[in-house]
């Protein structure tokens, strides 16, 4: 897998929540995924984007 997708425990480490949060962010389509087998993985650029105003919007209340 190349540095340009990420996984579900890289995600949270970023967003600063749990696993599930993350999960739950993904079943709600907040960012686009891709399933590798079982697993999720989304893109760096994507994420990054959702990262930002998800971020923003925890400081801000």
Known sequence: MSAEFIKVPEMALLLRVSRPTVRKLIREGAFPTHLVGNHNRA???????????????QAGG
């Open 43 to 57: 893109r760096r650029s994507d994420f990054m984007g959702f990262q930002q105003e998800f971020l923003k919007g």
